[in-house]
């Protein structure tokens, strides 16, 4: 497959660091990033991307506001929402605006990724069913000492190897509490569990 252009809205650096990371792995090349509406519009008049990835929450202009302006602005540019947001209503009015894809932040990358290539490919994506987060129960969660270390490690980007050294443990080690993490947490990725942790915000961890 040839290499796929997008450009990326999303006002958490981290998340939308590690993910363009992932993207890049996969042949997928970001040539844009903005923080918000106004920049992701800015950018569009210089970039020629294949598609856009755009995240709903964002400051000075919300990608709400700039899925319409793009649009009218840009009517055959290929869109991808990717947000917490998981209300049936607002993911359908999206489809019926001309998205093309929704998808929630704790998806698992790999259905990112394919997402992206149907997409560019002109190929039906099927509206997944979207797997909220319990608020309820997400308060419940508890971590350990050890876990809250390796999370504030992983949210600076730290790799495993980084993590075992600066807590002098293995990487095996390091391994089993990221996967006890996603597993408390129901999510199935880093991207996705350093963005469950962005969304509660680090306090939540004290």
Same mark, same amino acid.
């Given at each position: ?94 489809? =019926? ?16 990724? =394919? ?40 949210? =600076? ?30 999510? =199935? ?18």
């Amino acid at each position: 497959m040839s290499q796929i252009n997008i450009l990326f809205a999303e006002d958490h650096k981290l998340f939308r660091e590690l993910l363009i990371k992932t993207l890049k792995e996969n042949n997928i090349n970001t040539i844009g990033e903005a923080e918000n509406g106004i920049q992701l519009l800015e950018l569009l008049k210089t970039k020629k991307p294949d598609i856009v990835l755009l995240d709903i929450e964002m400051p000075h202009m919300n990608g709400s506001e700039a899925f319409t302006r793009l649009r009218d602005q840009y009517p055959d540019l290929k869109i991808i929402l990717l947000t917490t947001h998981t209300e049936e209503t607002l993911i359908n009015s999206f489809y =019926e605006k001309g998205a093309k894809a929704y998808l929630t932040k704790n998806t698992d990358a790999d259905i990112v990724i =394919e997402t992206i290539q149907l997409v560019y490919e002109n190929k039906f994506v099927r509206k997944q069913k979207i797997l909220k987060t319990n608020i309820e129960t997400s308060a419940e969660i508890k971590f350990s000492r050890r876990e809250s270390e390796i999370i504030h490690l992983m949210v =600076e980007g730290k790799s495993n190897k980084q993590i075992a050294d600066k807590l002098s443990i293995g990487n095996k080690t390091v391994e089993a509490h990221k996967k006890n993490l996603f597993k408390k947490t129901k999510t =199935e990725s880093a991207v996705g569990f350093v963005s469950y942790i962005l969304k509660k915000g680090l306090n939540y961890l004290r």
